[in-house]
Nanobody, 124 residues
Framework: QVQLVESGGGLVQAGGSLRLSCAAS????????MGWFRQAPGKEREFVVV????????YTADSVKGRFTISRDNAKNTVYLQMNSLKPDDTAVYYC?????????????????WGQGTQVTVSS
């Protein structure tokens, strides 16, 4: 079992930055690929970015490429999402998720564990 807790969301003006954190329980964090997804009201959950178990590889959605960066610290059981140049369209609940088996999974059904989400609101 892995429990995930996101933090760092909030209200920010367009063009601003936020850094989300996702803390994981357990001693097997390094065995999981970690992804970030987001879901805006009335929309489906959308893939944002994923990082491999070692942190050596990442894959980023085109919608946030060049603005969002994922990183992880396996010693701290934490994955981060640095979000720069935020736009109103980035407004959503952001979720982190853990996948034991894939390399760089991008589909929600690939992931076994999910956090409760953290709200990010970008004002224009």
């Amino acid at each position: 079992q892995v429990q995930l807790v996101e933090s760092g969301g909030g209200l920010v003006q367009a063009g601003g930055s936020l850094r989300l954190s996702c803390a994981a329980s357990g001693r097997t964090f390094s065995m999981y690929a970690m992804g970030w997804f987001r879901q805006a009201p009335g929309k489906e959950r959308e893939f944002v970015v994923v990082i491999s178990r070692s942190g050596g590889s990442t894959y980023t959605a085109d919608s946030v490429k060049g603005r969002f960066t994922i990183s992880r610290d396996n010693a701290k059981n934490t994955v981060y999402l640095q979000m720069n140049s935020l736009k109103p369209d980035d407004t959503a609940v952001y979720y982190c998720a853990a996948d034991r088996w894939g390399s760089l999974p991008t589909e929600p059904h690939d992931y076994e564990y999910w956090g409760q989400g953290t709200q990010v609101t970008v004002s224009s």
